[in-house]
């Protein structure tokens, strides 16, 4: 049986793809990041503006590794796919 990999691979790199994207994604946000303790009462603005931030990069961090996980979990698949054919196809000679 012939399996056709190449729906699969380009599957695989639009996964890569998003999860490349979704890295920079993050670093655009961790760029806007203040890294001081604001611990002042005239600085409330700034220190929910850093909560803010902080709980969108949680959020973006969780989305990278699940896609990161699905990423390399589909590649191994496709890997030992492609292993597969190789073998049974080197078998048929």
Known sequence: MKIALTPFVA???ALACAVAGLAMYRRMIAN???GGL???ESEV???SK???IAHRLDIVDWWGKVLTVIL???GVLLLALYLYE???GG???
Do not use: C, K, L, N
Request: glycine share 4%; aromatic share 12%.
């Open 32 to 34: 806007r990041e203040d």
């Open 11 to 13: 599957g695989w790199t």
């Open 50 to 52: 850093q909560a803010a």
């Open 45 to 47: 603005a700034e220190v």
């Open 38 to 40: 604001h611990v002042r």
């Open 91 to 93: 078998a048929r000679m």
């Open 72 to 74: 390399a979990s589909f």
């Open 86 to 88: 190789v073998w049974t």
